[in-house]
């Protein structure tokens, strides 16, 4: 079966510090593959998705970035944090083809100071 | 205009009640339809997708009006454990993208 896993789960930065999480699928090949956002009291805001390795597409503009290096891995990464940055990070995957059901990982708690 | 609307809420209601809420999305080339359901600082997870014709998971039941542009969903026989936020997701029209919600809260009191 299929699992997705991100990390770290909670973390806390000083604002203009380096952010990297990183999300890893299992059982699967070639996914599809998304950064969210979700901020308090709001809905999820999609901030990244990939289709294949070294293939990224941002939905908004921002300070931060995201890579795919291997097929199930992807990584979200800014080199400075604003406070804006805090929030709740979701990766994401669903299949390419078929159902499209997205999964998400545990998420990841930002909280920039 | 939001792509996806849903009522917030809370919807406050007791154990063995039913209750329903709405969904609305702005584009008619929508093709797939989804209720995730979120726990206080958890992920989301996938509670039903919504077909055409409508379907029923237990004690769930989606619903889609393509007409007039929402989905909705209706629980029966609530238990204190339905208590959550349910996210209204929908694809828009295959570009692998997918437009949630910001969610209806439901809190079931004994």
């Known amino acids: 079966s299929q699992t997705i896993h991100q990390w770290p789960a909670t973390l806390v930065q000083p604002v203009g510090s380096p952010l990297s999480l990183e999300c890893t699928v299992e059982?699967?090949?070639?996914?599809?593959l998304y950064w969210y956002r979700q901020a308090a009291g709001r809905g999820l805001q999609l901030l990244f998705y990939s289709v294949g390795i070294g293939q990224i597409s941002s939905e908004v503009p921002q300070n931060l970035s995201a890579s795919r290096p291997q097929d199930r891995q992807f990584i979200l990464s800014s080199k400075k944090l604003l406070l804006s940055d805090s929030g709740f990070y979701l990766c994401?995957?669903?299949?390419?083809?078929?159902?499209?059901?997205?999964?998400f990982g545990e998420g990841s708690w930002l909280t920039v100071v | 205009r939001k792509e996806v609307e849903q009522d917030p809420g809370p919807f406050n209601v007791p154990e063995g009640a039913t209750v329903a809420f709405n969904c609305t999305y702005s584009?008619?080339?929508?093709?797939?339809f989804f209720w995730y359901r979120q726990d206080c600082r958890k992920e989301p997870k996938l509670l039903m997708s919504v077909y055409s014709s409508g379907n029923e998971d237990g004690r769930f039941t989606a619903q889609l009006n393509r007409a007039s542009q929402y989905i909705s969903l209706l629980i029966r026989d609530s238990k204190l454990s339905d208590s959550a936020t349910y996210l209204c997701v929908v694809e828009r029209s295959n570009d692998y993208k997918l437009s949630f919600g910001a969610g209806t809260t439901v809190t079931v009191r004994a």
């Open positions: 059982g699967t090949s070639n996914p599809n």
């Open positions: 994401a995957w669903r299949t390419t083809g078929g159902a499209y059901t997205i999964y």
């Open positions: 584009n008619s080339a929508s093709q797939s």
